[in-house]
């Protein structure tokens, strides 16, 4: 059976920002694969609207299940931790939200899923947390390091830890 290394993007602006992350991962860990590192928390502005912060970081699991598999399960956590997805596609707060960012070695063009996640590269707030725990991985698509695709990203947004 094939192992898949994978970076999620994990996010929360809604109720108790640390524990809705802190549960998402334990349930990851549970219903996803091993969780193999853990970036720290960091408060970051609303993306694409004005709302209450955000709290982020990254997560590294190695899984058996195939993308599309581990894209159900953590809608799966979302819908756990009290999600729900809006009918448009416009950006809302949100108690937990889970993003496939990197799978090592795979480029996925599906209706359901785009990995490298499409956006990543724009968002300082997914690559922060991701160099923090895999500054070297490539991203499949542009050929760049985390950590150099964190040198070049022009989102001026305030990105601070969380303590």
């Known amino acids: ?63 058996q299940k ?8 953590l809608l799966d956590v979302e819908l756990i931790l009290g999600r729900e997805r809006p009918k448009s596609s416009d950006y809302e707060a949100r108690s937990i939200d889970l993003d496939i960012a990197l799978i090592e070695g795979c480029v996925i063009d599906h209706p359901k899923l785009q990995v490298p996640h499409p956006r990543m590269h724009l968002r300082k707030f997914v690559l922060q947390p991701a160099a923090d725990i895999a500054p070297s991985w490539v991203h499949e698509s542009r050929g760049l390091s985390i950590s150099d695709l964190l040198l070049k990203c022009d989102d001026a947004s305030e990105i601070s830890l969380f303590v």
């Open 1 to 63: 059976m094939m192992a898949y290394k994978v970076l999620l993007s994990l996010g929360s602006n809604l109720g108790a920002r640390d524990e809705n992350i802190e549960k998402a991962i334990a349930l990851i860990q549970k219903n996803a694969g091993k969780v193999l590192a853990v970036s720290p928390l960091y408060e970051t502005p609303s993306w694409g609207y004005k709302d209450a912060p955000y709290l982020n970081n990254a997560v590294c699991i190695l899984t």
């Open 66 to 73: 195939s993308p599309l598999e581990l894209m159900e399960t």
